[in-house]
């Protein structure tokens, strides 16, 4: 018996040991796991990612802390389950979200989607989720498990860098520089399209050649240079000088080109720079015409300035008209106006420069009485041709019927070009000198470009007009639908109404306007309408949700006593950022129908 006991004591104190043993051991385990929730916590709240878990058979759904957070919530504040977190997604989102939830359970797969969500504050947050589906036993679809990572600093970042990419190519591709992105050894990689209008090379053609190959023999040592210093980021760091160097065109003549070279980044391995190239050819070798292009400029410039500032056609043309005497000193200036889209005739206009001196008053006289059809004369063969016409001296000239029967009316050299809307030429602006006068192929050139930017200012008319009867023939159709339009913001509050609202519901429409639409309606509401409580609960909380309604009715109070019956639809509005902006929509009178 005292063997046993001792046995039996000994048996005790083991079990004892174990005991303790194994609750340390259950003590370190919670230690760990608790260690292990803490950090992953952490890594989720340091990367955004959040883990979420669903159950298919009671539509519940379990988010770590940091999903709660993505999604707006305090951690382990509701009871969430499919529903609540649809609703949550942003309404455009919806649809794909519940398709991809489909199709994961109905082919046992995976998914992957990036969705928008709508914090309950309405701030939009972009979210990735990438869940797996969760199989019983027997194979079947119980559930998902996945996570769900914030990535609206990533979309947003994205979305700054496609527009600085897009602001970019909109500079480069529209500058009269040669912008063009080389390799260290001289590769062309990038061309924008004043390659062509410079050099004559389509930049998809040039890519992949070496500059040297294009590059004058003797100034290959300059060129040479410059990739090296660009390529050592000198040209970062210091205000280098900007080489110029002569380069083939695709015709074979020889171009001076100014290059600014710096450099830009590196890319697989290869130093790329950025070269910035401007053909100074005529600066080298036609100072004299410096001056002369001066004042082209000047006038492309002004023009520009009246075109945008116009506010019509005549106008334009007037200023023009002053504009081109004042730069090229020529005595006489006007406008022949085309008659319409029937008439194909110039007509003469009282648009002369306000310098023309009285000794042309013969001449004004006959131009005032003069129509022109196709060919006839210098305004009828710009007419004709669309294109700028040069005449050295008019007196010589067998197609200029003012000139009579030739006696001396006191001018020789003219010119005209034509103001073109797309096409169709809207005008033709003709000068005149008192002494002959050599072609001026340049001015030519730079007064055709002045006549497309005067036809801007057609087009701009035309188009207002356009709009105009397009908003006319929408309003009025708007009008045969409905009684007036109403807009609210995002504070229900009304902002705008148009229409006959204050005709039907005799309350002036600016004591309306600040004030919510319950608000109002709370004074004017019939009794029965107050009444049905759960109409208009249901009502609210359509709003609530921000969506469209469409024929809801009620009847209303006049201030006279008298009661109306209403219509109304509505939509919502939301902002860029997809944020909700408020409602618009139309009321329309009912009571008589």
């Known amino acids: 018996l005292g063997v046993a006991l001792i046995l039996l004591v000994l048996a005790l104190a083991a079990v004892g040991t174990r005991y303790v043993t194994v609750m340390r051991e259950l003590r370190a385990s919670e230690e760990r796991y608790n260690g292990i929730s ?128 897009n602001h970019f190519r909109s500079i480069t591709e529209n500058v009269q520089d040669v912008i063009s992105i080389l390799l260290d050894d001289g590769t062309i990689v990038y061309g924008n399209p004043s390659l062509k209008e410079v050099l004559g090379y389509d930049p998809l053609n040039i890519i992949g050649e070496n500059v040297r190959d294009y590059i004058h023999p003797d100034d290959l040592n300059i060129a040479v240079r410059g990739i090296r210093i660009a390529a050592r980021k000198q040209s970062v760091q210091h205000n280098l000088p900007s080489p110029r160097i002569r380069v083939r065109r695709y015709d074979g003549a020889w171009r001076t080109l100014e290059i600014r070279a710096r450099y830009l980044d590196v890319q697989e391995g290869q130093t790329r720079f950025l070269a910035v190239s401007r053909d100074v050819t005529d600066i080298l070798t036609a100072n004299r015409d410096l001056q002369h292009n001066n004042k082209m400029l000047e006038l492309l410039g002004n023009i520009g300035i009246a075109a945008n500032s116009s506010q019509s056609l005549e106008e334009a043309l007037q200023l023009c008209v002053d504009e081109v005497c004042r730069i090229t000193d020529w005595p006489i200036g006007h406008a022949y106006i085309h008659g319409g889209d029937e008439d194909q005739q110039l007509l003469p206009s009282n648009i002369w420069n306000t310098s023309v001196s009285s000794s042309f008053a013969e001449f004004q006289r006959i131009t005032e009485m003069t129509n022109f059809s196709h060919g006839i004369g210098l305004p009828g063969r710009v007419f004709a041709s669309a294109q700028p016409a040069w005449i050295t001296d008019v007196m010589d000239d067998n197609n200029f019927p003012r000139a009579g029967n030739k006696e001396d009316i006191g001018l020789h050299g003219a010119f005209a070009f034509p103001v073109l809307s797309g096409d169709r030429v809207v005008a033709v602006l003709e000068f005149f000198h008192s002494v002959p006068a050599i072609p001026d192929h340049d001015l030519l050139a730079v007064l055709a470009k002045v006549g497309a930017q005067l036809g801007r200012v057609s087009e701009r008319r035309e188009a207002d007009i356009a709009i105009r009867e397009s908003e006319s023939r929408f309003r009025n159709f708007a009008e045969a639908a409905s009684d007036w339009f109403w807009e609210i913001d995002a504070n229900l509050c009304y902002t705008r109404f148009s229409g006959r609202n204050e005709e039907i519901s005799g309350i002036s429409s600016d004591k309306n306007v600040g004030h919510s639409r319950m608000e109002i309606l709370q004074d004017i509401l019939t009794e029965e309408e107050k009444a049905n409580v759960e109409k208009w609960a249901e009502h609210n909380a359509l709003m609530a949700r921000r969506e469209a309604f469409q024929d809801f009715s009620y009847s209303v109070n006049r201030p006279d006593g008298s009661v109306i019956h209403l219509r109304v639809n509505g939509l919502p509005t939301f902002d860029e950022e997809g944020l909700f902006a408020g409602y618009r929509g139309t009321a329309r009178d009912e009571t008589s129908e």
């Open 38 to 165: 803490i950090q992953l916590s952490t890594e989720q709240s340091i990367t955004h990612i959040g883990s979420w878990r669903q159950q298919l058979e009671n539509d519940l759904i379990f988010w770590s802390d940091e999903t709660y957070r993505i999604f707006g919530y305090e951690p382990g504040a509701l009871q969430l389950t499919g529903s609540f977190f649809i609703e949550g997604a942003h309404p455009e989102d919806r649809k794909k979200l519940l398709q991809a939830w489909s199709e994961a359970a109905k082919n046992r797969t995976g998914y992957a989607i990036n969705h928008r969500v709508i914090q309950p504050g309405g701030a939009v947050r972009y979210v990735r989720e990438i869940a797996e589906v969760s199989l019983d036993d027997n194979g079947e679809v119980v559930g998902f498990i996945g996570t769900v990572q914030d990535i609206t600093d990533a979309i947003q970042t994205s979305t700054a860098l496609s527009n600085s990419e």
